[in-house]
């Protein structure tokens, strides 16, 4: 029923910025909350952020609270993430999600993205 094709992810210096999109499609599209997970190698793949439908509600992983921005643009289908003061410990394929239920540390999805790679060097 719906789509996530993730984009923006790549190579970064330690303490820089980067901005991953995620661009939604399929039938029945509507009040869908939509978050970010992300699995670095050897590791579980972990809640990072999620947005409600109307963006009133956001809820961080404690290790990006204050680097990390969620948002969502409906009229374009998108949700976004901006990573800032990224670390090497942010490496890992970041995956967009819609739908399920959340709550302030958890996030169960409907629908999955196949990912993309961010690498922070050192």
């Known amino acids: 029923q719906v789509q996530l094709v993730e984009s923006g992810g790549g190579l970064v210096q330690a303490g820089g910025s980067l901005r991953l999109s995620c661009a939604a499609s399929g039938r029945t599209f509507s009040n869908y909350a939509m978050g970010w997970f992300r699995q670095a190698p050897g590791k579980e793949r972990e809640f990072v952020a999620v947005?409600?439908?109307?963006?009133?509600?956001?809820y961080y992983a404690d290790s990006v609270k204050g680097r990390f921005t969620i948002s969502r643009e409906n009229a374009k289908n998108t949700v976004y993430l901006q990573m800032n003061s990224l670390k090497p410990e942010d490496t890992a394929v970041y995956y967009c999600?819609?739908?399920?239920?959340?709550?302030?540390?958890?996030?169960?999805?409907?629908?999955w993205g196949q990912g993309t790679q961010v690498t922070v060097s050192s």
């Open positions: 947005i409600s439908w109307s963006g009133g509600r956001i």
């Open positions: 999600a819609a739908g399920g239920s959340y709550g302030s540390s958890w996030y169960r999805p409907a629908y």
